[in-house]
């Protein structure tokens, strides 16, 4: 049998760190001073190891909300004799100034900080402790680490216990004494989102042997000072940095020579990126003179991107003049001109919102564009990371073509979504497109070429974003992509999760019938074959309070859910009572009169409520056997109404005539109308309804109390075996029915019609 799509395991590695780091104090920790984590003395872990606690430690922070954060967890790592990190990525606003000073003595290789908007200027200073072994570094949209905060901040060697304030850096205290002396090691830096106060130029003058440079979103006073890296620079990321003549020039080595300080300037670049967001943006206009030339002058670019630009229609090959047959990756027959003069065909090219990407011939292994499902793609995986504003769009592209066309890269779509949905936690804008593009990803079309791990993980980024947004638009989302999955199976192991996130969209405060519609739904199938012990615990978090709180369109679709949560579950009954349900059934029965499977589910979850001896004489009063007593004659939903109202009767009569402490109306006259309704059943009617279990029924069957409460009895038997036999005569006669039908049958009170359904 083949695979199905994210059937690979997790490694052992990876398991087994995240179980230490869900038991920390059970592993290799004890806890010390203040509940705070350390590290075992008999412990040494190497880099390989305390690498990935790292890392994954991050990832769960930001995934997963039932992982909880451990306030000194840094300081783990604070001794590099026990522990030695080397490879570090931290992103967003959890990571803190006095995060990277606990691993200031550790010998970094690489630092990768990512949106860490809480670090402010101390965290320079904890730089220059790694400066001496660091290779690769990045700050990107670190948009505060520049700043001061308030007071003046602290050297690497210098140690506080004090809370840092909570705020982010002021903006206006901006940190002059950093440079990158030193940090004689650096090879690959990225400096994305520095702020425009910052000189980049002065900023990275000291760096003499970089490699690679990325300047996202930087704003360049001047761009000579790129030649100090002419002999060693192979990659060069310049995404939203307005072009002009100049920069074009330093980069590709036009003749302007009051900027060229070398023949050979940046001549060993292997990856340029002159994109930007958009054309609607950009000013600059790309020309063929200018592709001849970074073609030309760049002999060894194996990797371009200039997505976002107005492209002049001088750069391509008029349609009737490309060369015939499927699109080639030959670069002589390049619909693009410029391209025809490339050695090899490039190994990506970056043609996002450009009209380029619609040619025919392109010479590049991998495009990003908007003209295919490949090239989007191409575009997801590659932005994603920094660029997620591209990625949004490229994101809204899929959801265009899993809904009106066909996804053929299930697999590849489903997992750069779900990447997508993970990195960005606290971006609306992905949270909604990658929410709704799950939506159609995961529908029965694709649903047979889905592992469990891999709808498990669908599952985990969909709860994240009902987590984090309260947005209608991503709640509703989110709740239309669960309906995909089998509920409650693939539901369960998130199961006290998935129900909480529901119940707050139930809450009275949300205005949204349609969003609220669907989450009853969500709860009504949650709720419907799942063990006790579940029902109870989702009574316990309120279900019922919150679901009963309005009679309303929506209440109309939550009785059924109500039905299925009270089932055989007597605590829930009783909270139903508390929370003045009668009251509220009394007014869903005025509201709507004429609604057939409302009327119905009412009367089954009643049936649930007399069917708990002890709820029983709440219902006995004169105002509730009244209605129960006229909806014996309702032809509702075929015998449903009229059954399960003479059901919630027969449990009443079987307490016998002493709880009877009514006038009116009278219980002779009550179980005559009961005794008429029953005669009136089709005994062969098929049945909107499911017994996981008969035993409030054969509990009737043994009794002279109450005849009509034993036909009735007798009668909801004798129909289910006789018209789903399959399904229901194993479960009599699990059960205990057929002892039961015979006592029946030797009892004096029996009706004899009662005692022919029993035989």
Known sequence: MAAKA???????????????????????????????????????????????????YIELVHTDSNFEPEESFFQLFSDPRSTRLTRVQLREDFVRDRDLEAIRKQDLIELHLTYCNNLSSRSLKT???????????????????????????????????????EGPASRQALETDFNFHGFNRLRLLNLGGLPDEVDAEALLKPLMSLTSLDLSNVQLLGTAFLTQWKDRLASLILYNVDLSEEL???????????????????LNLRHLDISRESRRTSKFK?????????VQRLVNLVSLDMSGHIMLDNCTVPHFEEAMGRPSLEPCKSSIYPFQELKRPLQFLGLYDTTLCNVTHIPAYKVTGSKNEDQVLNAIEAYTEFRPELAHRAINQLFDIARIQHCSQLLRALQLVIAALKCHKYDKSIQVTGSAALFYLT?????????????????????????EYQEVTVQRNCCLTLCNFSIPEELEFQYSRVNQLLLKILEPARQDESIQRIAVHLCNALVCQVDNYHKEAVGKMGFVKVIKFSCDQVMEFSWSALWNITDETPDNCQMFLNCHGMSLFLECLQEFPDKQELHRNMLGLLGNVAEVKALRPQLVTPQFITVFSNLLDSK???????????????????????????????????????????????????????????????????QGISPVSQHWATWALYNLVSVYCDKYCPLLIKEGGITLLEKVLELDSSHPETKDMAR
């Open 6 to 56: 994210g059937d690979n395991p997790e490694s052992l590695m990876t398991l087994a760190t995240v179980f230490c780091l869900r038991n920390l104090r059970k592993t290799m920790c004890y806890q010390g001073f203040r509940n705070k984590v350390c590290l075992r003395s008999d412990i040494f872990l190497p880099s390989e190891i305390c690498d990935k606690l790292v890392n994954t």
């Open 127 to 165: 730089l220059t402790c790694f400066r001496e072994t660091l290779v690769s570094l990045c700050l990107f949209g670190c948009s505060h680490i520049f700043y001061r905060k308030g007071g003046a901040p602290l050297a690497c060697n210098e140690d506080s216990e004090e809370e840092e304030d």
């Open 248 to 266: 074009v020039c330093t980069v590709v080595e036009l003749v302007h020579l009051s900027v060229l300080f070398s023949p050979h300037n940046l």
């Open 286 to 294: 790309m020309n063929r003179k200018i592709l001849t030339a970074v």
């Open 443 to 467: 529908n029965t079309e694709y649903r047979s070429d889905q592992s469990v791990r891999m709808r498990r993980e669908v599952i985990q980024v969909v709860l994240n974003g009902m987590e």
């Open 636 to 702: 509702a939903d075929g015998i449903e109404v009229s059954y399960n109202a003479c059901g919630v009767l027969s449990h009443i009569m079987f307490d016998g005539p002493e709880v009877w402490a009514m006038d009116e109306p009278r219980r002779d006259t009550v179980m005559d109308k009961m005794w008429d309704a029953i005669q009136s059943w089709d005994v062969s009617s098929r049945r909107n309804i499911n017994y996981r279990s008969f035993e409030p029924i054969l509990r009737l069957l043994p």
